[in-house]
């Protein structure tokens, strides 16, 4: 029994990869991107899921999650996207991770902490094509030579990112798209041909934009059951998706409120009726946005009810006056559904004016995690 709970359905992760896949086809790589604790999903539990699904490679943000799924067991290759400071090349190469290079001083350096090794070291390299952080801004010319010059790595992929990939109100794809592939045709030219080309997050795949996917894409958030809002005029979505997340927690207390008394820190809500409220054991600790005060629901009781007066650290109030069957010890839905009456981590999101990755991965460690296969 727990206060407050995820209960996550990996068969629908998996449903959700395999719908993924089935929009690049059987020639493009899907490497699961299963950074940030798999968006609060749990990263171990879900990738031994997705390996078992046929996942051939995994992607992480930095060496400590890599590590992570190593000593879970899991011997795919596994890329680190994030970058690394010096101090994590011994991890990277003492796990066999292959980390993502992003400046042409960084590759020279891996390339020197691989000579001293003796050993040879595969990597992927990044181009920035016009997302502004990670990846090479250098001229072709250098990036050919710091390629040819680092004898003791092996370059296993060429990659980019997008910055505006569900904005369809720009061009800046289309150049992204344009700038990569003069790259990587460049390169070619140039005899450097590595095995994997990739720029595709979920956003790219989930609205069937063949051009952008390469040979490998690399989703997150749509392995989780979401798509991003678009902007524009956006193509029809590819993959029918389902939430895998189902956030729960318990009614603590009820209690009846004359008019016009107050509820919570500030005083920032006052019942307008006989009311009655339940105190939930969540709170913005738990990973419920502050900005949710007076302003957020959630499901009660198979409804659509308000939050009332502010988020608390460990507790939010509730208005279920017009709930029935409610009791302390009972259970009601942060992010879910019960029936027809459903929130997601997207509803959150608007409500709170984030975005529905930041919900997810704000759900707190307190929030013990479920599992159903
Ligand atoms: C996080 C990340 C992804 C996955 O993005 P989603 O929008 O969650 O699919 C892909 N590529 C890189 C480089 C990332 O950092």
Redesign the pocket.
């Known amino acids: 029994m727990h206060r407050t709970w995820a209960e996550i359905d990996l068969s629908r992760i998996a449903a959700n990869f395999h719908a993924l896949q089935a929009v690049v086809g059987p020639d493009v790589t899907l490497s699961p991107?299963v950074?940030a604790d798999a968006y609060r999903h749990g990263a171990i539990p879900v990738a031994v899921r997705l390996a078992a699904e046929g996942a051939a490679r995994f992607a992480v943000?930095c060496a400590a999650e890599g590590v992570q799924l190593r000593e879970a067991g899991l011997t795919h290759p596994i890329l680190v996207?994030?970058g690394f400071a010096p101090f994590e090349m011994e991890a990277l190469a003492g796990f066999h991770l292959t980390p993502v290079i992003h400046s042409l001083a960084v590759l020279r350096d891996y390339d020197a902490f691989a000579r001293a090794r003796s050993t040879r070291l595969p990597y992927h390299l990044k181009v920035d094509t016009g997302m502004g952080r990670l990846g090479t801004r250098a001229e072709l010319r250098d990036i050919i030579d710091a390629i040819g010059g680092a004898a003791n790595l092996q370059l296993a992929g060429l990659m980019s990112?997008l910055a505006s990939a569900t904005d369809f109100t720009t061009s800046q794809t289309a150049d992204q798209i344009r700038g990569f592939e003069s790259i990587r045709l460049s390169l070619q030219q140039a005899g450097i041909e590595p095995p994997f080309y990739h720029l595709s997050?979920?956003?790219p795949i989930v609205f069937g934009m063949k051009p952008v996917f390469g040979n490998m894409v690399?989703?997150?958030?749509?392995l989780y059951g979401y798509v991003s809002p678009a902007t524009g005029d956006a193509p029809p979505v590819a993959a029918r998706l389902s939430p895998a997340l189902t956030w729960r927690a318990r009614i603590l207390e009820i209690k009846e409120i004359s008019p016009g008394a107050p509820v919570g820190y500030s005083a920032r809500w006052r019942a307008e009726r006989p009311s009655r409220l339940a105190v939930v054991a969540a709170g913005y600790a738990d990973g419920i946005p502050h900005t949710l005060s007076n302003k957020g629901h959630v499901v009660a009781a198979g409804r659509i009810v308000p939050i009332t007066g502010a988020v608390s650290m460990d507790l939010t109030s509730i208005d279920i006056t017009d709930c029935q069957g409610l009791h302390p010890g009972a259970a009601v839905t942060l992010i879910g559904a019960e029936g027809d009456a459903s929130y997601s981590a997207e509803d959150m999101a608007r409500e709170a004016g984030v975005i529905s990755?930041s919900v997810l991965c704000g759900i707190g460690n307190r929030v013990a995690r479920t599992y159903l296969d």
């Open positions: 991107v950074k943000s996207m994030g990112h997050s979920s956003a690399r989703p997150g958030l749509a990755y």
